[in-house]
């Protein structure tokens, strides 16, 4: 693979991954708008995490799982370099892949 073809997979991946995300957002809102007449929203109490995602109604749902998804993304580019070097064997990028992407995943963890 040349380096040409792996920054045009890089860059569809993250462009789909953000438009795939911005439809799924766009989809809860959407829903959420129609199921709740437009009423005004409470922003007083914030009671919602990552982690609730099923105690959440269907429409807040779509949209968390959108941000997610928007979150998953650049992740899921660094997860693709890092296969990408190894199929070339560039133990050096291999290497600083793996610390990225150990970086990421401790930082969405904690």
Same mark, same amino acid.
């Given at each position: 693979m040349t380096d040409e073809r792996l920054e045009q997979i890089v860059g569809r %991946? %993250?462009?789909?991954g953000v438009a795939l995300s911005a439809v799924v957002v766009l989809a809860g809102g959407v829903w959420h708008l129609a199921a709740n007449h437009a009423a005004? @929203?409470?922003?007083r109490v914030f009671r919602h995490t990552a982690w609730s995602i099923r105690s959440l109604p269907p429409p807040e749902a779509l949209i968390l799982a959108g941000l997610l998804l928007l979150i998953a993304t650049? *992740?899921?580019? =660094? @997860?693709f370099a890092l296969i990408a070097f190894a199929l070339e064997r560039d133990r050096i990028? *291999?290497?600083?892949?793996? =610390? *990225? %992407?150990? *970086?990421l995943v401790v930082g969405l963890v904690t």
């Open positions: %991946l %993250l462009w789909w005004p @929203a409470n922003y650049p *992740v899921a580019r =660094v @997860a990028f *291999v290497a600083i892949s793996l =610390v *990225v %992407l150990a *970086v």
